[in-house]
């Protein structure tokens, strides 16, 4: 009985947080449920650190890539190819602005917050087209 409790403890140990990790799935639609178009369903995902979101090429012509200058200090980037789902697990807490780079312009842009986070003072440093930035701020007001 106490050899079966060790072992217990020991692989719970072992497996830490990553045994409760969400994989979090995020559409890449042309029309959204509320009829917007170019959008990532959801918009915004409030995540922990170690979770994954898995980011489903629901309809063609898409891709999903942090924006530039739009994620935590000390986080990597990442940038999926077009038609293509593509998984990152975020472990940097903080906000992450993501993209669909042929409908930026057109607002296709999500916010991914990891833990308990505020929106970054810096977060529209770089260019970022006014529908897109429309879209941005109304994601950010969920924080």
């Known amino acids: 009985m ?3 409790l060790a072992t217990g403890l020991a692989l719970a140990a072992l497996m830490g947080s990553a045994a409760f990790a969400e994989t979090i ?3 890449m639609l ?6 917007e178009r ?12 170690g979770d994954t979101i898995k980011f489903i090429a629901t309809d063609r012509g898409h891709n999903a890539e942090t924006n530039d200058g739009m994620i935590p200090d ?5 940038g999926g190819k077009i038609n293509e789902e593509i998984e990152v697990t975020l472990t940097e807490e903080g906000v992450y602005g993501v993209i669909c780079k042929p409908h930026f312009a057109m607002g296709m842009v999500m ?8 929106v970054p003072e810096d977060f529209f440093e770089g260019r ?5 930035k429309e879209r941005f701020e ?6």
């Open 25 to 27: 799935e995020v559409q």
């Open 30 to 35: 042309n029309k959204g449920s509320d009829g």
């Open 128 to 132: 970022v087209p006014p529908k897109a």
């Open 38 to 49: 170019m959008v990532f369903e959801p918009a915004f995902v409030q995540a922990q650190p």
């Open 74 to 78: 000390g986080a990597e980037g990442f």
């Open 138 to 143: 109304a994601q950010l007001d969920n924080l």
């Open 111 to 118: 916010t991914i917050a990891v833990g308990d986070v505020d």
């Open 2 to 4: 106490i050899r079966k």
